[in-house]
């Protein structure tokens, strides 16, 4: 027997004894499907017995709350004495024993602990924990004097949930001395390490720790007054009631279910308010124009002048704040530690996309306006009209009908193939334990293995059904990262994936919306990119990482969701689960995935050029700007009267501030990843194994860019992003996908060079145009 035999011998067996075996096709699905439905009810069975520890995990669940509190104060406790001991040492002492070491391994043992108080808040069934585990995060944080999350000043907790754990730093200016004295010698133990001390300095020196007292001073004073200033902007949009009273004929187009869920007045007219749920779905299918005109209108001009005085003194107050720390403008501020590393090359990078995108979008919008005029008449094609008849060629186009695929997609059949498409690409086996301590009998407990090896590799958490108290969005948070201990052991991660699927009434788990597949798919990238890291300190590991980086693995893997391959592993009709989607549906929502994306993608760089500017220069007269980039970037269309771009843009206000391009950045990338390597075989694993070991795994240990430069063989580009969308428009003229009867016919042809040699496939997003506030 060969070596590679002996080891397929090897893998052989152990996958025999796995609880998850290795087939393929359908009969994989219904294997994992089975035997989850088995463990499942073992899990009910034994819900009583002795709770099994979780080995190598140091995440706490269950705490009771004088618990929670009493170990936020032990955190607190210890993270005092190491701070001490560290501080304490004479700045001509300093080595990496006596400073780093103890700072790295007090990050490593407190993370979980942290997490242990924190998380609670967000799951907890009891109102008593919560509260507790609300006030050790408070305590915790007031201990540090850090910022939340990655950003500063604003307690974006309620906006924005601190995911990463991230909240080691203090600003102990005796402790930020003895590190830049270690920083200075440049005694490196090895790259990695060096990378790790850079992060801690540059963390310190964000918190103002290198500057005199009264600069220092100065900077408290100007992020309280960002934070005054953020709160007014939020509650001025929580305290918008408006709405609008509707009569069914002037709702016209709008599903039946929508309505029924409709507040209605005395006299039976419907309300609409202006939160992004209802505004959505009358651009979507009103087929009043002036209804949408009139709510449009009104959603675009929440607040009027009120938050636009606010966003104005943001910005000035933000580009004070940059100043301070060194730093030109505030854009350069919130871009130096991301990939982009500078204002100059994310509108470079916007106007490439833009500029790439501007005749595929024009010829995507001159379809929509002859459809309008054909059923309108002369009327001119407005910004409000985008969704509407973007909807209705889509309609006419694709023979969609999501309501009827949500039945082919129950919760347990898409978690199989999740776990299926996982397994084959990535090499990982989840394997549920039955017996884990959870905080509800819903969320289920699986430990990750190297499929070959059966190496432990970390624990994912799923709590996956809403319920009273709980967090009400889908996210993974890290519980616990990857570390090298003092000990020389390599702490494994845990990751918890929070969503909020619904129960069927009879307590069977409930069916999917694709929507709900696809943010299943992407929450999934990051529990793989938790699992999947090897960095050595826990400050970079995990989804600690460049936050222009930590969305690639995600957006890559929901590729997966649009290839006829992976959607017949993760569907099944619900009442015979055998019978997948048909082959005509995977073809028709690989082309509805790209449909009008340009035209789309369009008004969201025209967000991001809005947040890229007014955070890049002084005294800018925001509404001019506005007025001016909305033609420009938006093919000419006209702004809406009375628009305001600080109710348009709510994301460059708040959450985002110069930094909404982000969210392109990682899509394009995760497309020149997924066109390079796997467009031609979205099972191969060869590729995937390449993608954990070069791209997950070192994620945080080198730079981003090198990152992906090694497992793509050069250095990622956007081509792959902008030569998908022409391919695919291409191909829907070519197939005249439009019915026949439906009297638009695509007749526009493109020009001799994007004729010439069509790319290879790559596929995008479908983007909404109006922007999502939080509820």
Not at 193 to 212: H, I, P, S
């Given at each position: 027997?060969?070596?590679?035999?002996?080891?397929?011998?090897?893998?052989?067996k152990?996958?025999?004894?796995?609880?998850?075996?290795v087939?393929?096709?359908?009969?994989?699905?219904?294997?994992?499907?089975?035997?989850?439905?088995?463990?499942?009810?073992r899990h009910?069975?034994?819900k009583?017995?002795?709770?099994?520890?979780l080995?190598?995990?140091?995440v706490?669940?269950?705490?009771?709350?004088?618990?929670?509190?009493?170990?936020?104060?032990?955190?607190?406790a210890?993270?005092?004495?190491?701070?001490?001991?560290?501080?304490?040492v004479?700045?001509?002492?300093v080595?990496?024993?006596?400073?780093?070491s103890?700072?790295?391994?007090?990050?490593?043992?407190?993370?979980?602990?942290?997490?242990?108080?924190?998380?609670?808040k967000?799951?907890?069934?009891?109102e008593?924990?919560?509260?507790?585990?609300?006030?050790?995060?408070?305590?915790?944080?007031d201990?540090?004097?850090?910022?939340?999350?990655?950003?500063?000043?604003?307690?974006?907790?309620?906006?924005?949930?601190?995911?990463?754990?991230?909240?080691?730093?203090?600003?102990?200016?005796?402790?930020?001395?003895?590190?830049?004295?270690?920083a200075?010698?440049?005694?490196?133990?090895?790259?990695?390490?060096?990378?790790?001390?850079?992060?801690?300095?540059?963390?310190y020196?964000?918190?103002?720790?290198?500057?005199?007292?009264?600069?220092?001073?100065?900077?408290?004073?100007v992020?309280?007054?960002?934070?005054?200033?953020?709160?007014?902007?939020?509650?001025?949009?929580?305290?918008?009631?408006?709405?609008?009273l509707?009569?069914?004929?002037?709702?016209?187009?709008?599903?039946?279910?929508?309505?029924?869920?409709l507040?209605?007045?005395?006299?039976?007219?419907?309300?609409?308010?202006l939160?992004?749920?209802?505004?959505?779905?009358?651009?979507?299918?009103c087929?009043?124009?002036?209804?949408?005109?009139?709510?449009?209108?009104?959603?675009?001009?929440?607040?009027?002048?009120?938050?636009?005085?606010?966003l104005?003194s943001?910005v000035q107050?933000?580009?004070?704040?940059?100043?301070?720390l060194?730093?030109?403008?505030?854009?350069?501020?919130?871009?130096?530690?991301?990939?982009a590393?500078?204002p100059?090359?994310?509108?470079?990078?916007?106007?490439?996309?833009?500029?790439?995108?501007?005749d595929?979008?024009?010829?995507?919008?001159?379809?929509?306006?002859?459809?309008k005029?054909?059923?309108?008449g002369?009327?001119?094609?407005?910004?409000?009209?985008?969704?509407y008849?973007?909807?209705?060629?889509?309609?006419?186009?694709?023979?969609?009908?999501?309501?009827?695929?949500?039945?082919?997609?129950p919760?347990?059949?898409?978690?199989?193939?999740?776990f299926?498409?996982v397994?084959?690409?990535?090499?990982?086996?989840?394997?549920?334990i039955?017996?884990?301590?959870?905080?509800h009998?819903?969320?289920?407990?699986f430990?990750?293995?190297?499929?070959?090896?059966?190496?432990?590799?970390?624990y994912?958490?799923?709590?996956?059904?809403?319920?009273?108290?709980?967090?009400?969005?889908?996210?993974v948070?890290?519980?616990?990262?990857?570390?090298?201990?003092?000990?020389?052991?390599?702490?494994?991660?845990?990751?918890?994936?929070?969503?909020?699927?619904?129960?069927?009434a009879?307590?069977?788990?409930?069916?999917?919306?694709?929507?709900?597949v696809?943010?299943?798919f992407?929450e999934?990238g990051?529990?793989?990119?938790?699992?999947?890291n090897?960095a050595?300190?826990?400050?970079?590991?995990?989804l600690?990482?460049?936050?222009?980086?930590?969305?690639?693995?995600?957006?890559?893997?929901?590729n997966?969701?649009?290839?006829?391959?992976?959607?017949?592993?993760?569907?099944?009709?619900?009442?015979?689960?055998?019978?997948?989607?048909t082959d005509?549906?995977?073809?028709?929502?690989?082309?509805?995935?790209?449909?009008?994306?340009?035209?789309?993608?369009?008004?969201?760089?025209?967000?991001?050029?809005?947040?890229?500017?007014?955070?890049?220069?002084?005294?800018?007269?925001?509404?001019?700007?506005?007025?001016h980039l909305?033609?420009?970037?938006?093919?000419?269309?006209?702004?809406l009267?009375?628009?305001?771009?600080?109710?348009?843009?709510?994301?460059?206000?708040?959450?985002?501030?110069?930094?909404?391009?982000s969210?392109?950045?990682s899509?394009?990338?995760?497309?020149?990843?997924?066109?390079?390597?796997?467009?031609?075989?979205?099972?191969?694993?060869?590729?995937?194994l390449?993608?954990?070991?070069?791209?997950?795994?070192?994620?945080g240990?080198?730079?981003?860019?090198?990152?992906?430069?090694?497992?793509?063989?050069?250095?990622?580009s956007?081509?792959?992003?902008?030569?998908?969308?022409?391919?695919?428009?291409?191909?829907?003229?070519?197939?005249?996908?439009?019915?026949?009867?439906?009297?638009?016919?695509?007749?526009?042809?493109?020009d001799?060079?994007?004729?010439?040699?069509?790319?290879?496939?790559?596929?995008?997003?479908?983007?909404?145009?109006?922007?999502?506030?939080?509820?």
């Amino acid at each position: 027997m060969t070596e590679s035999e002996g080891k397929r011998e090897k893998m052989r067996k152990e996958n025999k004894r796995g609880s998850l075996l290795v087939f393929t096709g359908a009969a994989a699905v219904l294997a994992i499907a089975a035997n989850l439905a088995i463990t499942a009810f073992r899990h009910h069975k034994e819900k009583n017995a002795k709770k099994k520890d979780l080995a190598g995990s140091k995440v706490r669940v269950n705490l009771p709350a004088p618990e929670i509190l009493k170990l936020a104060e032990q955190i607190i406790a210890n993270s005092k004495k190491v701070h001490n001991s560290v501080a304490s040492v004479p700045l001509d002492k300093v080595t990496y024993a006596n400073v780093i070491s103890p700072l790295a391994e007090l990050q490593a043992q407190q993370f979980p602990l942290v997490q242990s108080c924190v998380f609670p808040k967000m799951v907890s069934t009891r109102e008593d924990v919560r509260k507790a585990s609300a006030e050790a995060e408070r305590r915790i944080d007031d201990h540090l004097d850090a910022c939340r999350g990655i950003k500063d000043g604003f307690d974006y907790d309620e906006v924005l949930p601190n995911l990463t754990g991230f909240r080691w730093i203090s600003k102990r200016e005796d402790v930020y001395l003895v590190i830049k004295a270690f920083a200075v010698r440049g005694e490196w133990t090895n790259a990695e390490a060096k990378r790790f001390v850079q992060t801690l300095v540059r963390d310190y020196e964000r918190n103002g720790l290198n500057l005199t007292a009264s600069k220092r001073e100065e900077l408290q004073r100007v992020r309280a007054q960002i934070d005054e200033l953020s709160i007014k902007y939020i509650q001025n949009l929580n305290d918008d009631t408006k709405f609008f009273l509707f009569n069914e004929s002037e709702l016209a187009g709008l599903p039946l279910e929508f309505l029924k869920a409709l507040d209605q007045s005395e006299n039976g007219k419907f309300k609409i308010s202006l939160r992004s749920h209802h505004v959505a779905a009358i651009l979507e299918f009103c087929k009043v124009g002036t209804t949408r005109q009139v709510v449009s209108g009104a959603y675009g001009n929440r607040c009027g002048e009120i938050n636009i005085s606010i966003l104005e003194s943001l910005v000035q107050q933000r580009h004070k704040y940059a100043r301070l720390l060194g730093f030109s403008c505030y854009a350069e501020y919130a871009i130096d530690v991301r990939m982009a590393k500078t204002p100059k090359k994310v509108f470079e990078f916007l106007k490439d996309i833009s500029t790439g995108l501007t005749d595929l979008a024009m010829k995507e919008l001159n379809i929509l306006k002859d459809l309008k005029k054909k059923e309108e008449g002369d009327f001119p094609f407005g910004i409000v009209d985008l969704l509407y008849y973007v909807k209705r060629i889509e309609e006419q186009s694709y023979d969609l009908d999501f309501e009827e695929i949500k039945q082919y997609f129950p919760i347990s059949v898409v978690l199989s193939g999740i776990f299926k498409i996982v397994q084959d690409l990535f090499g990982l086996r989840f394997e549920e334990i039955s017996g884990a301590d959870v905080w509800h009998c819903d969320v289920r407990v699986f430990s990750v293995l190297d499929l070959g090896s059966s190496k432990l590799l970390g624990y994912c958490y799923l709590d996956l059904f809403s319920r009273e108290g709980k967090y009400g969005h889908t996210c993974v948070l890290a519980l616990q990262n990857s570390a090298l201990t003092i000990s020389g052991a390599q702490q494994i991660p845990v990751a918890l994936l929070i969503s909020q699927c619904q129960k069927e009434a009879d307590a069977s788990s409930g069916l999917l919306r694709f929507s709900e597949v696809v943010s299943l798919f992407h929450e999934f990238g990051h529990v793989v990119q938790q699992i999947c890291n090897r960095a050595s300190f826990t400050r970079i590991s995990g989804l600690c990482v460049d936050p222009d980086f930590v969305e690639i693995p995600s957006q890559l893997l929901e590729n997966w969701c649009y290839e006829r391959y992976s959607l017949k592993l993760i569907s099944g009709f619900h009442q015979d689960i055998t019978k997948p989607l048909t082959d005509d549906i995977c073809k028709s929502i690989k082309r509805w995935r790209t449909s009008f994306s340009a035209l789309k993608l369009k008004q969201d760089i025209l967000c991001c050029l809005f947040d890229q500017i007014i955070h890049s220069a002084d005294n800018i007269d925001i509404q001019e700007l506005f007025k001016h980039l909305h033609p420009m970037e938006l093919l000419g269309l006209p702004i809406l009267e009375g628009t305001n771009p600080a109710s348009y843009f709510p994301s460059s206000v708040i959450g985002y501030e110069a930094a909404c391009y982000s969210r392109i950045w990682s899509e394009v990338f995760a497309a020149d990843i997924f066109t390079s390597k796997f467009c031609n075989d979205v099972s191969n694993q060869h590729a995937g194994l390449q993608f954990r070991n070069k791209v997950l795994a070192m994620a945080g240990v080198k730079d981003p860019i090198d990152v992906l430069s090694d497992f793509l063989g050069r250095e990622p580009s956007i081509q792959a992003y902008i030569d998908n969308k022409v391919k695919k428009f291409l191909l829907v003229i070519q197939e005249r996908t439009l019915k026949p009867n439906s009297g638009v016919v695509f007749e526009r042809v493109f020009d001799s060079q994007v004729n010439k040699q069509p790319p290879p496939p790559r596929h995008q997003n479908r983007v909404c145009f109006v922007l999502e506030e939080k509820e």
